[in-house]
């Protein structure tokens, strides 16, 4: 799990807004611009590349 001090530190690499924890667990979001970044292993992977953009 990841800690709320580590998640209130991340942001999106694009946009530079705060993502949040999807309800899941598996990912984080932001809202701003809908990446979906994964998380493996309880480590986000906040890279471009590996984001997807959610439709809705």
Do not use: E, F, H, W
Not at 4 to 16: R, S
Not at 26 to 33: E, I, M, P, W, Y
Not at 35 to 50: E, F, S, T
């Amino acid at each position: 799990m990841i800690s709320q001090d580590l998640l209130d530190m991340l942001v999106c690499p694009v946009c530079k807004k705060p993502v949040a924890l999807n309800p899941n667990g598996a990912s984080l979001k932001c809202a701003d611009c809908r990446r979906v970044y994964p998380i493996q292993d309880d480590i986000p992977i906040m890279l471009v590349d590996a984001a997807t953009i959610d439709p809705a």
